[in-house]
């Protein structure tokens, strides 16, 4: 049990996915490839396979698809696993003790303390003597229970199990990690609708109800686009579209703004076609366009120019929106993303946190501003990042 205990720390710790370093210990001749690097190897690849149930939290869909793997690795004849209320699963063999496993549990639940038992059983033939049931938790919390069932128990045994509930605790709070960043990622998108809603409601109704008299066709026309429009921004699910939904909201956005402005306001496109299904955070380029429209070009004299930029970069899309208005101080924009000061623009800040959320800090905005000077926002995203995906 001891290389067993001290390869899941390795696993839990070092999160190298297990065909990589299988890789790479093949490739190192020098290591051999002894029963230590295969035995190293056929216990990663174990923990890699149970992983990715257990992300989803504590669930029985979860547990259920990784318990065969948390079994693989104890080398235990049977296990089981509850959360706070009940069973959860039970796999392996003596499936007669699972009407008892909870209650084997419910010392465990309620102190956080370890246990090790001893069964009765009247089957001769039923491997199932022992268990060793400990808690898994989160946050300090116990959530739930792990035991493993067997015809011996020994401080190897306790410890693996031990061990084993740890590595499971810290996919655990990783699922917790993933919860509270979408929930985040929810809290800021509907702050980010507040924002954008009262300011281009007003506007556009008003635009539409000048035209009702002037050009009935016209009017009918802006309120099925303001319709569209709105329905886009309001939606319910996913937290990611594709860029050419994206575009298509802004089309009907732009489409009301230039009745509005007239030919004040020039709007040109550059999208390149192998980038219009990559998956994009939702509302991550409206916001932009609307921020250029509204802080760069409705103060400005004359005319004012928008481009709008999608190019493939290889692995990931590039997208620029740029305007010609009034720009503003750099140091100011400085504090506005560093969240040092309030943001009068909509939704830069939003969109920017959500970048580095989703893709991580180096993926954050790029903006290229000064006073009289125009402002050119950048970003780049994966073409192909695990977890983002259009639903």
């Not at 205990?5 to 190298?16: D, R, T």
């Not at 504590?58 to 079994?71: E, I, P, Y």
């Not at 235990?76 to 084997?104: C, K, M, Q, W």
């Amino acid at each position: 049990m001891e290389p067993l205990v001290a390869v899941l720390v390795v696993a839990a710790l070092v999160g190298v996915p297990a065909v990589v370093l299988w890789r790479v210990l093949s490739g190192r001749r020098e290591l051999g490839s002894g029963p230590a690097e295969r035995a190293t190897f056929e216990t990663l690849h174990t923990a890699s396979l149970a992983a990715p149930p257990l992300r989803a939290g504590l669930t029985q869909a979860g547990v259920l698809k990784a318990s065969r793997h948390l079994r693989q690795l104890l080398g235990s004849p049977a296990i089981a696993i509850t959360n706070a209320e009940e069973l959860l699963v039970y796999d392996g063999t003596g499936d007669h003790h699972a009407r008892e496993a909870f209650d084997h549990a419910r010392s465990t639940l309620k102190d956080g303390r370890i246990q090790v038992l001893q069964l009765s059983c009247t089957q001769p033939e039923c491997p199932i003597r022992h268990a060793v049931v400990v808690p898994l938790t989160t946050d300090d919390r116990v959530v739930g229970s792990l035991a493993a069932y067997g015809d011996h128990t020994s401080a190897g045994l306790v410890r693996a199990v031990q061990e084993v509930a740890r590595w499971v605790d810290s996919q655990l709070e990783l699922a917790e990690l993933d919860r509270s960043r979408t929930l985040l990622m929810e809290a800021e998108v509907r702050a980010l609708r507040a924002q954008i809603s009262p300011h281009f409601i007003y506007n556009s109704l008003t635009t539409i109800a000048s035209f009702v008299r002037t050009d009935p066709e016209r009017a009918r026309e802006l309120l099925i686009d303001f319709a569209d429009f709105t329905r886009y921004s309001f939606r319910r699910h996913g937290d990611f579209t594709t860029l050419a939904e994206e575009l298509r909201s802004i089309d009907r956005y732009l489409t009301l703004e230039r009745a509005r402005f007239g030919d004040q306001l020039q709007v040109t496109l550059r999208i390149a076609p192998e980038v219009l299904a990559v998956a994009v955070p939702f509302l991550c380029i409206q916001p932009l366009v609307e921020n250029a429209v509204r802080h760069g070009l409705e103060s400005k004299p004359g005319v004012g120019r928008i481009s709008i930029v999608a190019e493939d970069a290889g692995s990931e899309c590039s997208i620029t929106v740029e305007d010609d208005g009034l720009g503003m101080d750099p140091e100011h924009l400085r504090r506005v993303l560093a969240g040092e000061e309030r943001a009068t623009g909509v939704g830069l800040a939003n969109v920017d946190e959500r970048l580095r959320q989703v893709y991580g800090d180096e993926f954050g905005l790029v903006v290229e501003t000064g006073k009289g000077a125009g402002t050119k926002v950048s970003m780049r995203m994966p073409k192909y990042r695990p977890g983002v995906t259009v639903r």
